[in-house]
């Protein structure tokens, strides 16, 4: 007999065991297929800063037992000037949140199986009936939902999206030990996530500290292999390149001391416009879509609240006596994320776009900017209104909107 379940998921990160935590607090069956092996899960995927702030921790109840420090402000660097903002955040002990989310769906009834990794969607009359994993094995749902990441086996397969590797950001970091977190120099780290703006460092991207407590912080660079980075990065230097070099010439670091391997996390995201997000029986959440933030980097509120509107659509499915797993029906999902998870999603990634095309002296003036606007203004910049975006824009930005324009009509 083959086995049926009302809900399969690929992937045990946070957009996948968050999906399957909601859909068995539903009581629906649910089964989720894991490619690492339990034991010392997640090895291979603690690899995200874990950055978050309190509208996440509080919305889906993460306890204080996974969080490493809980933070007030968050700080943005350019090359010789700094902007705070009281934000209160926390940075997660990443392995730790994992295991507690998949704990947490056992506890209401998921089922797990780890070494499980997803070959194949199953389809039958053009549609998704099951999915095939660990080789030749096969379990069948009403609803597949693909939470494997950048690898998104089953949404490629279905056409659902393609990431493309110019859109690919890689990034590394590591936790250390002996940082000035307050040194005279710079703003005061203390209880914060600072974000730095500085080619020499993350060209065509950004650096950053998280502090951790005491004198740790989480510390690495990440950026896309662009046309910015061509131009303003030592393309002789790897990605571990520019973060040592980071290391080597910021007095912020020059007691710091590496936490050991096993503290070094490595990881990849696509920044882009996701192409579709479902079909019929099967969505795409977390950053298989991609769900990413373009703009800072923030994935986990991000993949969480896109496994919470994927945890609805399938509830208003598969509820009644009469299930209905259409691609039109499943489009609700669409409509939430573009809604709620994603707002102004390509306004968002044109800020970025535009942001990392920028020279090192646009950042320091920017700072300048930040430091002169109202909290209001702020905050509507930050969520893509062109009328508090042209503050910030002045007429010797002319010749860089140009190039920018120039470069979007190459695309």
Same mark, same amino acid.
């Given at each position: 007999?083959?086995?049926?379940?009302?809900?399969?998921? *690929?992937?045990?990160?946070?957009?996948?065991?968050?999906?399957?935590? /909601?859909?068995?607090?539903?009581?629906?069956?649910?089964?989720?297929?894991?490619?690492?092996?339990?034991? @010392?899960?997640?090895?291979?995927?603690?690899?995200? +800063?874990?950055?978050?702030?309190?509208?996440?921790?509080?919305?889906?109840?993460?306890? /204080?037992?996974?969080?490493?420090?809980?933070?007030?402000?968050?700080?943005?660097?350019?090359?010789?000037?700094?902007?705070?903002?009281?934000?209160? @955040? *926390?940075?997660?002990?990443?392995?730790?949140?994992? &295991?507690?989310?998949?704990?947490?769906?056992?506890?209401?009834?998921?089922?797990? &199986?780890?070494?499980? &990794?997803?070959?194949?969607?199953?389809?039958?009359?053009?549609?998704?009936?099951?999915?095939?994993?660990?080789?030749?094995?096969?379990?069948? *749902?009403?609803?597949?939902?693909?939470?494997?990441?950048?690898?998104?086996?089953?949404?490629?397969?279905?056409?659902?999206? +393609?990431?493309?590797?110019?859109?690919?950001?890689?990034?590394?970091?590591?936790?250390?030990? @002996?940082?000035?977190?307050? $040194?005279?120099?710079?703003?005061?780290?203390?209880?914060?996530?600072?974000?730095?703006?500085?080619?020499?460092?993350?060209?065509?991207?950004?650096?950053?500290?998280? $502090?951790?407590?005491?004198?740790?912080?989480?510390?690495?660079?990440?950026?896309?292999?662009?046309?910015?980075?061509?131009?303003?990065?030592?393309?002789?230097?790897?990605?571990? @390149?520019?973060?040592?070099?980071?290391?080597?010439?910021?007095?912020?670091?020059?007691?710091?001391?590496?936490?050991?391997?096993?503290?070094?996390?490595?990881?990849?995201?696509?920044?882009?416009?996701?192409?579709?997000? !479902?079909?019929? !029986?099967?969505?795409?959440?977390?950053?298989?879509?991609?769900?990413?933030?373009?703009?800072?980097?923030?994935?986990?509120?991000?993949?969480?609240?896109?496994?919470?509107?994927?945890?609805? +659509?399938?509830?208003?499915?598969?509820?009644?006596?009469?299930?209905?797993?259409?691609?039109?029906?499943? !489009?609700?999902?669409?409509?939430?994320?573009?809604?709620?998870?994603?707002?102004?999603?390509?306004?968002?990634?044109?800020?970025?776009?535009?942001?990392?095309?920028?020279?090192?002296?646009?950042?320091?003036?920017?700072?300048?900017?930040?430091?002169?606007?109202?909290?209001?203004?702020?905050?509507?910049?930050?969520?893509?209104?062109?009328? !508090?975006?042209?503050?910030?824009? $002045?007429?010797?930005?002319?010749?860089?909107?140009?190039?920018?324009?120039?470069?979007?009509?190459?695309?």
């Amino acid at each position: 007999m083959s086995e049926h379940y009302d809900v399969v998921i *690929a992937g045990a990160g946070p957009a996948g065991a968050q999906c399957a935590r /909601d859909l068995a607090q539903r009581e629906y069956d649910v089964l989720v297929l894991e490619a690492e092996p339990e034991d @010392g899960f997640p090895r291979q995927s603690n690899k995200s +800063t874990a950055g978050t702030f309190a509208s996440m921790t509080g919305a889906f109840g993460i306890p /204080d037992d996974v969080v490493m420090n809980y933070t007030d402000e968050v700080v943005l660097e350019s090359p010789n000037e700094y902007f705070v903002q009281d934000q209160p @955040g *926390a940075v997660l002990e990443f392995a730790d949140f994992k &295991r507690w989310l998949v704990a947490e769906g056992r506890e209401h009834g998921a089922e797990y &199986r780890f070494d499980a &990794r997803v070959n194949n969607p199953i389809t039958e009359d053009g549609g998704v009936v099951g999915v095939q994993y660990a080789g030749d094995e096969e379990v069948f *749902a009403d609803i597949v939902v693909d939470a494997t990441g950048p690898a998104a086996p089953l949404a490629k397969k279905l056409d659902v999206c +393609t990431l493309e590797r110019k859109n690919q950001a890689v990034g590394i970091e590591w936790e250390m030990e @002996g940082v000035d977190v307050d $040194h005279p120099d710079f703003a005061d780290l203390t209880d914060a996530m600072m974000l730095r703006l500085d080619h020499e460092y993350a060209p065509g991207g950004y650096s950053w500290v998280f $502090h951790t407590g005491g004198d740790t912080a989480k510390v690495g660079v990440c950026y896309i292999q662009s046309e910015s980075y061509q131009q303003y990065g030592d393309t002789s230097k790897s990605i571990d @390149g520019h973060l040592n070099h980071w290391l080597e010439v910021d007095p912020r670091f020059a007691d710091a001391q590496r936490l050991g391997d096993k503290q070094q996390h490595r990881g990849s995201a696509h920044i882009q416009m996701p192409d579709d997000l !479902s079909t019929d !029986s099967f969505l795409a959440i977390g950053d298989t879509v991609p769900t990413i933030d373009p703009l800072w980097g923030e994935g986990i509120h991000k993949c969480m609240e896109s496994a919470r509107v994927a945890a609805i +659509t399938a509830d208003r499915c598969l509820m009644g006596s009469e299930t209905d797993t259409s691609a039109g029906a499943m !489009s609700i999902y669409d409509d939430l994320w573009h809604a709620r998870v994603a707002p102004d999603m390509r306004t968002r990634l044109t800020m970025t776009q535009l942001l990392y095309l920028a020279p090192n002296e646009r950042y320091d003036r920017l700072m300048d900017d930040l430091n002169a606007m109202d909290v209001d203004t702020l905050s509507d910049a930050n969520n893509g209104s062109i009328r !508090s975006l042209a503050r910030l824009t $002045h007429l010797d930005d002319l010749p860089l909107l140009a190039r920018f324009a120039k470069q979007r009509l190459a695309e």
